[in-house]
C-alpha cells in the first residue's frame, strides 16, 4: 500500500506532459496492475522444453509464434501485417563446405596450403555455391577508415584488386560510440568494397578473450544466416568481397613473413590505439564452397491504432525477439538451450506493455506496434527484416524501445538505458525513470559495445531513435550479493547455455518494473507534439539520419 501511495504521490506531483495530466487515476492503476505472474506464465510456456530452444525453422518456433499470435488475439489487437499477425521472413542458411574449400599463401614460386579450422576459417558466400579469388595481400590496421576522428588505415594505400589483411577491433583512441561503429564487419566490410578491395581477412589480438579461436571454430560449424530479398536474393551479403577468412592468430606469422613490419610491432601499436598499413609481399589464392537451404520463420507483428487524425500514421515500436538457440551441445547434462532470460523475459515483457496500453481508456494519439522477431541471435535478422520491409501502409516508425534480457535477478535500483544520449528520447527516459525512482546510470561495461548488439540497433541503421533498457548494478543496502560481480559472472557461465531455464532465481517484481518504464517512455512519445529526433551533433545521427 505504501509503494502505491508513493506512486501515486509522483504521478500527481511531477510535472508530466499535458496528456498525462488527463488520465492520471487511469496510469496509477495501469502501473499498479502490471503482473509478475503474468510474465512468469508466458515465460515459463515459452522456455520449456516442450518449444526446444525456439530456433527459427523448427517446431518449437512455431509453437512459440503461435503462442504469441494468439496472445495478441485475446488483447484485442488488429494484425500488423495486413490481415494477419505473420510477417514471413524467408531466411537462409550458409555453410561452408570445408573438403571442397581451401586457403593456399603464395610466396613467389612457392606455396603452402592451410588447414581448414587449424589456421583459418571461411565465412559462406551467400551469392552463389562456388567463390574464388587469387590475389595480393595488404595489411590495413584494423580496416578502419575514421579521418573525422583522426584515424584512416586506408590512407596511402592501394587495395584495389588485392585483399585486405585486418585486426578485428577498433583502435582504442576512438569514443565509445565511434568504436562500436567502426567496429561492425558491415562497417568494414562496406569499406573495404569502396577502396576496391575483392577479399578480407581478419585475426583477433592474442588478448581477445572473447573471441577464441576454439569458440570460432565451433560457431562456424553452425553455418551463418541471411535473409532474402526478392528473388531470394541474400540481403547484406557484400558480394564483391570473393572471400571472407578468419585467421587464427597463433598462425599470423605466416602472412607477415615478407613484411617490412612484424606481428609484435603490429601488436605493440594496436595497444596504443596506432597501425600501420603496407603491402604484404604475398598472395593468397582462396576458394570458398558453399551449401545453402531455405529457412522459413517469421515476425509476428501486432497494431493499436493511434487517436489522433494525422499522429496515428507515425509508429512507435516495440520489439522483442522470440528465438533462441534449439538443440545444441550438451552441458551439464541438458542440451536444449531454452532462454528464459534471452529473451522469453523480453517477449513475455513486452506482451504485458501491450496489456497496459490495451487498458488505456483513451489510446495514444501515435499509433504503437508490437513486433516479436525472428532470428536476432542469427544477426538480427528478423529485426533488420522488419525495418526493411515494414508492414505499416501508410506513415513511418519514428521510435523503437527493444526489449532484451533486460537482468531482473534483483530488486531494479538503477538503470542503464542505452541510446537515450543520442536522441530527444532521453527526455522520456528521464520523467519515466523519475516517475519510478530510478537513478539512470552509465554503461558499466562500454568494452562489451552492447549498444550494436541487439534488435535496436537495425532501428537506429535505418536513421530511427531507439532505446534499449538494462538493469543497472545498483541494489539495497542489506542484499549480500555484489551485482556487478553476480550479473557479469551469469553472463561469463549461463548465458546461451542450457541453463538459462527457469530454474533460475527471478525476481519477477523487478520484471514488472521494465514494464512500467518502457510502457511510460512509449506513452510519453506517443502523446508528444514533435517526433523523437537525434541530438545534435550526434555520431550515430550523423551517420544514419535520412537526409
Known amino acids: 500500500m505504501k509503494k502505491v501511495l508513493i506512486l501515486s504521490l509522483l504521478i500527481y506531483c511531477f510535472p ?13 492503476t495501469i502501473l499498479q496492475n502490471v503482473s509478475p505472474d503474468a510474465i512468469k506464465g508466458h515465460m515459463t510456456f515459452l522456455a520449456d522444453d516442450l518449444l526446444e530452444g525456439r530456433k527459427p525453422g523448427t517446431r518449437g518456433f512455431a509453437i512459440g509464434s503461435k503462442y504469441i499470435e494468439t496472445q ?7 494484425p500488423g501485417n495486413g490481415s494477419s499477425y505473420i510477417q514471413k521472413v524467408p531466411l537462409q542458411k550458409g555453410l561452408v563446405n570445408e573438403n571442397e574449400s581451401y586457403f593456399v599463401i603464395k610466396n613467389g614460386n612457392k606455396e603452402e596450403k592451410l588447414i581448414y579450422g587449424q589456421h583459418f576459417l571461411l565465412s559462406p558466400y551467400f551469392s552463389s555455391a562456388s567463390s574464388g579469388v587469387t590475389a595480393p595481400l595488404v595489411f590495413v590496421g584494423f580496416g578502419v577508415s575514421a579521418p573525422d576522428f583522426n584515424h584512416d ?32 564487419p558491415d562497417a568494414k566490410y562496406k569499406e573495404a568494397i569502396k577502396r576496391g578491395a575483392v577479399g578480407v581477412i581478419t585475426f583477433t589480438l592474442p588478448n581477445n578473450k572473447p573471441n577464441t579461436w576454439d569458440a570460432m571454430v565451433k560457431k562456424s560449424k553452425g553455418g551463418s544466416h541471411k535473409w532474402l530479398k526478392s528473388q531470394s536474393v541474400p540481403a547484406n551479403s557484400y558480394e564483391a ?12 606469422e605466416k602472412l607477415f613473413v615478407n613484411a617490412p613490419e612484424t606481428v609484435q610491432k603490429i601488436v605493440e601499436l594496436a595497444a596504443k590505439g596506432k597501425s600501420l598499413s603496407f603491402p604484404l609481399n604475398l598472395s593468397a589464392s582462396i576458394q570458398v564452397k558453399t ?3 531455405p529457412i522459413e520463420s517469421s515476425n509476428l507483428v501486432s497494431i493499436l491504432e493511434g487517436s489522433d487524425p494525422v499522429l496515428k500514421n507515425e509508429y512507435v515500436v516495440y520489439a522483442a525477439h522470440l528465438d533462441h538457440f534449439g538443440i545444441g551441445v550438451p552441458i551439464l547434462n541438458d542440451s536444449i538451450y531454452n532462454g528464459a532470460h534471452d529473451n522469453a523475459s523480453g517477449t513475455a515483457i513486452l506482451l504485458e506493455i501491450a496489456k497496459a496500453y490495451r487498458t488505456l481508456p483513451e489510446r495514444p494519439k501515435r499509433s504503437v506496434i508490437f ?4 532470428g536476432e541471435e542469427l544477426g538480427l535478422l528478423g529485426s533488420d527484416y522488419f525495418v526493411n520491409n515494414p508492414p505499416i501502409q501508410n506513415g513511418k516508425i519514428v521510435a523503437n524501445l527493444a526489449i532484451d534480457m533486460p537482468f531482473f535477478f534483483h530488486p531494479v535500483r538503477d538503470i542503464v538505458p542505452y541510446g537515450a544520449d543520442h ?27 552492447v549498444f550494436i548488439r541487439s534488435d535496436h540497433y537495425s532501428f537506429i541503421k535505418k536513421g530511427i531513435p531507439a532505446l534499449f533498457i538494462k538493469s543497472g548494478f545498483m541494489t539495497v543496502p542489506q542484499d549480500p550479493v555484489d551485482r556487478a560481480k553476480s550479473d557479469v559472472e551469469w553472463r561469463n557461465t549461463i548465458y546461451h547455455s542450457p541453463q538459462d531455464d527457469m530454474n533460475q532465481p527471478f525476481d519477477f517484481d523487478a520484471a514488472t518494473m521494465h514494464v512500467k518504464l518502457n510502457f511510460l517512455i512509449g506513452y510519453f512519445v506517443c502523446n508528444e507534439v514533435l517526433a523523437p529526433d537525434w541530438n545534435k551533433d550526434d555520431f550515430f545521427g550523423k551517420q544514419f539520419k535520412k537526409k
Open 16 to 28: 508530466f506532459h499535458s496528456v498525462f495530466s488527463q488520465n492520471p487515476d487511469a496510469i496509477t
Open 72 to 78: 495478441f488475439v485475446s488483447l484485442g489487437l488488429q
Open 153 to 184: 588505415d586506408y590512407q596511402n594505400i592501394d587495395v584495389k584488386g588485392k585483399i585486405v589483411v585486418y585486426l578485428n577491433g577498433t583502435p582504442n583512441t576512438l569514443s565509445n560510440n565511434e568504436r562500436a561503429y567502426y567496429g561492425t
Open 241 to 252: 568481397l570473393k572471400s571472407v577468412a578468419f585467421f587464427n592468430n597463433e598462425y599470423v
Open 291 to 293: 551449401n545453402t537451404k
Open 371 to 374: 513486433a516479436v522477431v525472428t
Open 423 to 449: 536522441s530527444s528520447l532521453g527526455i522520456q527516459t528521464e520523467k519515466a525513470a523519475k516517475i519510478l525512482g530510478l537513478k539512470i546510470s552509465p554503461d558499466p561495461l562500454p568494452e562489451q559495445v
